[in-house]
């Protein structure tokens, strides 16, 4: 088969609570206040951008107070009235209960205890002998009220035709055209060079779309007296993400699907587009997730378990009184005194090319994706308690690395992004696997970066938020500090580990790897072996000599002008995320079967495929 191919990371994009992935502008949201004064007007502008700002200047204070973690807003729901639902039994005073209804309000199979009587032609008396039991839609206060939300006034559905697309999707279609521009290289050109069954979207969301344009308006619709629409159910399947992908952004015919794993399902989508570069069954890979989770049933559901920090346990800890308001901007507070997750809303997606592909293209590249690990726990006691797996893929992601870079790599040039939910338990248990691991190999100083403290927890689309930030700290250097706490818990392992409570500042030249963390419920573990950009430089020299490095180096130069002007255009808002509907679409006439290859369109696929049990002849 020949060397394995390299998966090269050449363009990323997403929007979370920081902001526009793309440019590394949502990575420079969290630094902002460490970066020079040039870069961070332009991050401020692109903010101001997408929440409808005119002059990013002066609303620098409205800016930074409306993105990151922060109270929900009315945009999502009102936390101090939450549309809920009592029972009500009511019963006449001494006898029968009598209403007066419009006939067109009676119930299709009339109860039992009910006598009714024509009044008009539009009217009904209705006598209940016993209880009538009802369903009274009343307002509750809302135990949680800080979520990690998309900046104030972004809309993702307003940038194109939606058609009443569940916020999930529409973020997705966002992330993926926001990937596709940041690649600077036309998509029409790439189509030319890489055969249509080459190309990969791995992308889906763990929740599915739960909101009331999904699969939320499906259940909710009876008990609501609405009407179930033909979109609900079909919109709220989890692989949806990838679908639209493909349908309306690439028009891709290659594999496609979704790898679910919790609050790691990013990951393990990146561990599929990894297998399909490596073994050469796609050239190109896009890898995302889209998670909206910010909706009153979805929290509701993860408060139950405990798992949310709500504002009675945020008061404890700080010890303020029950009618004082707590800091929602700190409610997530990573590897410190902490009393749950702040759920969040985000969607990425990254894009892979083979280390030929990208070299011919002239493709940026930004590093390499080499590993994901995944295993489970084993035997449980509690479906949602953390176990031994996470262990494993953690010692193996630094085993691969030491494989490739050599024992002084590992305990010198790597960093940590940690799934730091922000939870009592993950806390502890997270901190020892990371302290073990650093021991097993030597490490003594690890860095550990928890960036939920800012975006908080965006659950299936998480670790896509770590990947893009390790992205802009090997551009800035700047590793972000877990900024809402003072100080790490006494329960919490530090041995061979060094938390980042401060911004810490790098050199991304001496950088050699990141390990992205993640750990989710039912015992689903990822970490991901990611190679710096400096790295991936000197290893794509090895393998394809100076000559290919020096014609990618020419090449590369006209790709960054197209990247500038991408950033630049989206910063002044003048691109539309890209969403072809009845487009291209391809029937049983643009199909051709031949003996050793087919015509789709003007796509060809070969045929002529290898028998990959040569060595097994029947």
Known sequence: MGQPRLPVIVGFGGINGAGRASGHHAYRR?????????????????????????????????????????????????????????????????????????????????????????????????????????????????????????????????????????????????????????????????????????????????????????????????????????????????????????????????????????????????????????????????????????????????????????????????GLPSDVEPDHRRACRPFAENCGFTIAESSQMVVLFDDALALELGATVYGAATDVFVNADGYKKSISGPGVGNYITMAKAVAAVRAMLGEQAVRKGGLVQAHGTGTPQNRVTESQILSATAKAFGIDAWPVAALKCYLGHSLGSASGDQVSATLGIWADGIIPGINTIDALAEDVCQDGLAFTLRHREIDPARQSYAIINSKGFGGNNASATLLSPAVTARMLQSRHGSGQWQAWERANEEVRARQQDYDAAMTAGTVSPTYRFDFGVLGDADVAIGERDMQVGSYRIDLDLPNPYADMQP
């Open 30 to 318: 969290l630094v902002q206040d460490a970066l020079p004064s040039a870069t961070r007007q332009r991050t401020l502008a692109a903010l101001a951008q997408l929440m409808g700002l005119e002059d990013p200047v002066a609303s620098t204070a409205h800016i930074l107070d409306h993105t990151l973690v922060r109270r929900v807003e009315s945009s999502h729901f009102d936390p101090d009235a939450v549309s809920w639902t009592q029972r009500l039994v009511a019963q006449g005073e001494g006898g029968p209960l009598h209403l007066t209804l419009r006939k067109q309000q009676l119930p299709a199979i009339i109860p039992g205890n009910w006598t009714v009587t024509p009044l008009s032609v539009g009217q009904v008396a209705v006598r209940i002998d016993g209880a009538l039991d009802m369903l009274l839609p009343s307002l509750r206060e809302f135990e949680v009220k800080a979520a990690g939300q998309l900046p104030t006034g972004f809309h993702p559905g307003k940038l194109y035709q939606s058609r009443n697309h569940p916020r999930g999707l529409q973020m997705m279609v966002y992330a993926a055209s926001d990937a596709l521009g940041s690649l600077g290289i036309p998509w029409e050109q790439i189509q030319q060079r890489v055969a249509a069954d080459k190309i990969s979207v791995y992308a889906g969301s763990a929740m599915g779309q739960l909101d009331d344009a999904g699969g939320g308006g499906m259940l909710k619709a009876r008990y609501n007296g609405q009407r179930v629409t033909s979109k609900f159910c079909p919109l709220s399947l989890a692989e949806m993400p990838a679908d639209f992908v493909n349908a309306y952004v690439l028009g891709s015919l290659g594999a496609t699907g979704a790898s679910l794993g919790a609050c790691a399902s990013f990951l393990y989508n990146l561990r599929l587009g990894i297998e399909d570069i490596r073994s050469g069954r796609a050239r190109v890979a896009f890898i995302g997730s889209s998670e909206a989770p910010v909706n009153p049933e979805v929290m509701e559901g993860y408060g139950a378990m405990g798992a949310l920090a709500s504002d009675k346990g945020l008061r404890e800890l700080d």
